[in-house]
């Protein structure tokens, strides 16, 4: 099992804030904390990453022993996210419909790393790419989504079509549900506090305390699935 720490802009524009929340994310039994490199970055917004902070986050996520990553989202940020040494990329469904030539060129320069790709805004029925190191993850890209918007949840997860969750709702029972289908890969927003208005993503993020629950009972789940239970 993997579970992501989507940390991306809960940290409200405060960089030394992020700090806390990998130190958080790592002792909640997240396995990578993710960012948002190329989103809402320009002068003045909320989330202006450049290559120094980039290296310094990627230094925090290595001095809690947890793996670092970045959904890359614009020409810009995949400059920046070249010039590190990071070996996962995240590519969120937003990229994959707005700028999907940036996507394919992202795909065919890094064969060698591992590649976790949303489909929330995808429409084909076939997947975009099949190669090896690309694991597609399930999501819908409504913040937050309820149950009535999961109509096409899968029935079973799997390395042919998704193999893991990129969650939207409130609460971490979906994510568990998931799990119980199979899925390896768990993505889940993490936030220092859910009544916190900045921006949209705290109130369906998971606390430190939920996203241990989530780890500690998702990892239990999985393992009676793996043996058949």
């Known amino acids: 099992m993997i579970f992501i720490s989507e940390i991306g802009m809960n940290y409200n524009g405060n960089f030394s804030l992020i700090y806390e929340l990998v130190k958080q994310s790592k002792l909640a039994g997240a396995n990578i904390c993710k960012f948002q490199l190329g989103w809402r970055d320009k002068p003045g917004e909320i989330n202006q990453l450049n290559l120094e902070k980039v290296n310094q986050i990627i230094s925090w996520c290595n001095y809690f022993e947890v793996d670092p990553m970045f959904s890359i989202i614009s020409e810009n940020a995949y400059e920046i996210f070249k010039k590190t040494n990071l070996k996962k990329i995240k590519i969120a469904s937003r990229s994959l419909k707005f700028d999907f030539k940036l996507v394919k060129k992202i795909v065919e320069e890094n064969a060698d790393k591992q590649i976790y790709m949303s489909l929330g805004m995808w429409e084909d029925e076939k997947l975009p790419f099949k190669q090896n190191n690309i694991d597609y993850l399930f999501c819908v890209s409504k913040y937050p989504s309820f149950s ?82």
């Open 148 to 229: 009535e918007d999961l109509n096409n949840f899968p029935k079973k997860f799997s390395k042919d079509s998704f193999l893991g969750f990129s969650d939207h709702t409130i609460g971490i029972d979906t994510c568990l549900l998931a799990i119980s289908r199979g899925a390896k890969i768990i993505e889940k927003h993490f936030t220092l506090d859910k009544s916190n208005t900045t921006i949209r993503d705290h109130a369906l993020s998971a606390t430190p305390e939920e996203f241990r629950n989530l780890v500690n009972l998702g990892r239990e789940i999985h393992k009676k699935v793996s043996l058949g239970i």
